[in-house]
């Protein structure tokens, strides 16, 4: 009878019972990401497969932190006492806090978390923190490393040493199990974009007397 028919289901149930091949995609996609993330987290902690590395991983982490570099490009502007460096450390300068502001708006719109792995011990850190996705210390690593690239003039060896420590600096985040694969791939991208827009908006005594001026 009519009544004993099966009434058709709505419209968005068929949608959520039939999820899209996209939908399909990005969860295997996330699936493989975060067991990869898991699998190579060997320095995570100290009963970890390669946890005796843990303080070599450490002392890598510091040198892609944001601190540091901070301190150390104000300090040499400070200190400067020639027009062409006291310009080209003053866009160093502008890059990185540009790269700390970007970082801290799209952790704070994506708001993944942090590997369950994650033994957070890191010497600073902010709210901002907890979040994982994108890798500050992989934009950065890749932002230093390809501003450096263009405007210091470096034999080839330390050229490629400056490639090599980007790349330890991404791959050790993973090592840590402070972020997933994905975080880290995405970090350095966002990073090596992100030289583009402090080119384009490069800060010299035409553009920005006032700043020149303080100096």
Request: net charge positive; charged share 15%.
């Amino acid at each position: 009878s009519g009544s004993s028919a099966a009434a058709p289901l709505p419209e968005e149930d068929c949608m959520k019972l039939n999820p899209s091949f996209l939908g399909i995609a990005l969860s295997s996609l996330l699936a493989i990401d975060l067991w990869a993330s898991k699998r190579l987290g060997v320095c995570a902690g100290e009963g970890s497969a390669w946890g005796s590395a843990r303080p070599l991983m450490k002392v890598i982490e510091v040198s892609g932190h944001g601190i540091p570099w901070l301190l150390g490009t104000f300090y040499g502007l400070c200190q400067s006492d020639s027009s062409a460096a006291r310009e080209v450390l003053l866009n160093l300068l502008f890059a990185l806090l540009l790269d700390l502001v970007l970082v801290a708006v799209v952790k704070g719109l994506v708001k993944r978390r942090r590997p369950t792995h994650n033994k957070m011990d890191m010497f600073v850190t902010i709210s901002v923190d907890k979040y994982s996705f994108p890798s500050g210390h992989a934009t950065r690593a890749a932002l230093v490393c390809r501003f450096v690239l263009h405007h210091l003039v470096l034999a080839v060896p330390l050229r490629v040493l400056v490639v090599l420590w980007a790349l330890i600096v991404g791959v050790s985040r993973v090592m840590l199990g402070r972020h997933n694969v994905t975080d880290v791939l995405f970090g350095l991208l966002l990073g090596y974009a992100l030289y583009s827009v402090v080119e384009y908006c490069w800060l010299s005594p035409l553009s920005a007397p006032a700043l020149f001026a303080l100096w």
